[in-house]
């Protein structure tokens, strides 16, 4: 085959794991933290065919140095209390690696994750309410990976809301709309290209549910892993080049080289 | 400024006037017919800027001959009971109208309208419930044309529910986004370029219940056919050119005869 | 992995086989019909996970059974000289079971094909030359599969000029823009999702050049081949659901039958 | 009409003016700043309906203070020589106003402003040569109304040379496609949506050519400008909300307050 895939993709699953340390309803619900869970569903469905290592914000340069990044060709990404204390450099250095071919699947509350709204150039808002709302993860595009093997809709079962208007570029495709309990709407699965990298954001997560643990929501997130992952060999940003020869020329050069075109016979 | 709009606009409102003759519920919501009522509404919001006449199936050519759609700047269509009575002809008439700048708003079940087939070359296929449900009508795209005025959410009382997955060709805009009592989402507003003309589709509007009198609903269909106004000021096919002179040859003639480029002096 | 490629993938390359027959020009450069150096160019790069067949205007049903559409998972198109040939029942067929699943790749000429236009919707008008022109193909998205392995630029030694406006809708994806050496552009690479199917356009092959004996060119034909194959395992059209039980109802038997959710332990 | 337009459009066009200063060649095409020329454009084409001043890098805040944003519907930027220059926080702010609904016209080497690139998210690396290359403009998008009345294809007489890869995301809309004598193309023409404002960039113009003294040239950027004008009155950015009521309780109340719909009679 002419692509063939990555073996094993390498993922690194980044948690804020602020909740779980100091809320201990959330702790009862995510007592190795909410990114071991993560970690596991992706494991779960990928297999073989991922290794799968976890990060999180206390760790040095918020556990993601160049190195780590150099390794990684998809990165999960949930916070929500500590945007801030992210450093913008690892911000910057995350942007860098996206834009140079790692891919990123943003999770729930990093909608406002100093990463994404790099990438985005939007503010990220949204409407909110966290109350119990149960949502419906409604396909409108059959056709996309992401979408392979799940329920339509796909039940989650109680969660916080979040709702339109959601301040993002339009997605390059929109995959997955919700609708809540209280009869608002979201944009809750979108794929964007960005530089040589592939972001894809997912709504479902608050820390106060145990939405990680439902197998629609798990399935979505080792899809999108799956979908991702760097198309190119190389990690680099997309160049700037300096064309001091005209391609006509070059292509000139190339056709004289290679005899025009290649011969029936 | 660089775009007059025409003036006035000329609108023709298309309604297939079947169920309202038959139907004494349907008569009794809409007692001159469904057209007249979605003919006010442009009226209402767009005034001297256009001037409105109507059209239905039972006519001769279904309502549509060449003069009255040459003489179209938007049609808006709502159709159900009787898609197959409207002529290949007269959709096929309809399609190179559009794709030769004139505007279309499809309403409703429209999305089963052979012109609106067409176009989209999809099977516009949807989930449906005939049940009462109200409908909240989300903008998603703040800044288009359509949404201005038009209040967050929109409130339908009660209407027909068509649910996801609607298959069309992603809109290159979407701009509404429903949610229902059922729980079910749509993407409701959605708009594509085609040819040198441009295409609206807006869910509301099922037959029985009395969704066009309603004044948010009446703003939009009055927004999307300002919207849909034809940007060009000739009705002509995007055409086949045979371009025997190369562009750089054409090219260079210009600049020769202007001197280049304009001077500063 | 999530996403196991159908072993081997069923290719069928439609050729119309005219000008092969009747041009001795056309013929003394493909001998054996474009239709088998495109399906050996298929062959070239995906071997084993391929099965490729030919079919051609002028067999019955031109060559495009229900039974042979029904066991394609990929079809590419080449037709020039005799569009208004294929049946339109054939057309249709086509355009069905693109929408049901079956990828298209239409080449070159095959814009004015049938299938492609009941696709687009649009005229697939554009602006042309017949006179020699070298094509640089240049990849505007690099992280599209399709472009995997595709030099930047792909240099197209000598064919047919295709200029803009090409009155197509805007592609989902713009995969590649080419110049010509008369100065022209033109979107030689667009992808575009109708219904479950996928559909792209690749520009080059006009008959009077052996366009598809080079490498890259044939690189690009492999890889939306690949590209295009079916995402689903049945081939059906998009539903269309009469859903009698409101959404949340069915979500709240579903969440009685499982608990309501997995719990962690 | 539903839309009037703001009477007149507050315009501001920022010119980098280093290269005007320091360059005695540059100086001989736009002895007065480019920023003047550009700004005689707007006011050439769209007259009484604007009131057009300029800013300068130079300038305290580089000429762009909150109050002036503040009042401003479009903004036009030139930059090359000095982009880091413009201080970070300058650079926010108008990310910021643009979010809110002002317009922005990023020209030529403006693919590198800190604004623009805030607002794209990504390298906005490119292919560059500055051989007096000739370029042709062409129209990919005929209904846009940025390409109203814009010939095709637009001669740009000689330039710098941009080509692909431009490492932007994927316009919302590809408006224009410019091919160069070296045989490069450019995606030289594109729209984005972001937060409540629009952003177009258009390629044309370094300064060692008089390029903003062409009249189709001139005739684009006063279009964009028109085209980029906010579509909301207040000037906020997108909201983000609390909605502790549900909406479909917010909505049973509207329903209550207005007896559900309005009548026929």
């Known amino acids: ?10 993922v690194t699953v980044w948690g804020e794991n ?15 933290g909410m990114h071991t869970v993560v970690a596991d569903a992706i494991r779960e469905h990928l297999g073989d065919a991922v290794v799968v290592r976890t990060a ?38 995350v942007q860098e690696h996206v834009l140079s071919g790692m891919g990123l699947i943003a999770l729930h509350s990093a909608h406002f994750a100093k990463p994404f709204k790099l990438l ?18 409604w396909t409108v595009d059959p056709t996309h990976p992401i979408a392979a093997g799940v329920p339509q809709p796909l039940v989650n079962a109680e969660d916080e809301m979040y709702g339109e208007h959601f301040d993002v570029p339009a997605p390059d495709e929109l995959v997955f709309v919700s609708s809540f309990t209280g009869g608002e709407v979201f944009r809750s699965g979108g794929a964007w290209k960005r530089g040589h990298g592939k972001v894809f954001y997912f709504r479902p997560g608050d820390q106060d549910y145990p939405v990680y643990y439902q197998p629609g929501i798990r399935r979505v997130i080792a899809n999108a892993v799956a979908w991702a992952r760097p198309s190119r060999a190389e990690r680099e940003l997309p160049g700037i080049f300096r064309a001091d020869v005209p391609a006509i020329e070059a292509a000139a050069l190339e056709l004289a080289a290679t005899d025009g075109v290649a011969s029936p016979a």
């Open 1 to 10: 085959m002419t692509l063939p895939e990555p073996s094993p993709l390498r």
């Open 18 to 32: 602020v909740h779980e340390r100091r809320d201990e309803q959330v702790r009862a619900i995510y007592p190795d």
């Open 56 to 93: 999180t914000l206390e760790e040095p340069e918020n556990g993601l140095t160049e190195e780590v990044l150099a390794s990684t060709d998809v990165l999960t990404w949930w916070g929500h209390a500590a945007h801030d204390d992210v450093s913008d450099a690892v911000a910057q250095r």
């Open 120 to 137: 985005m150039g939007t503010s990220c808002r949204l409407r909110w309410r966290n109350d119990h709302d149960r949502e419906l993860i």
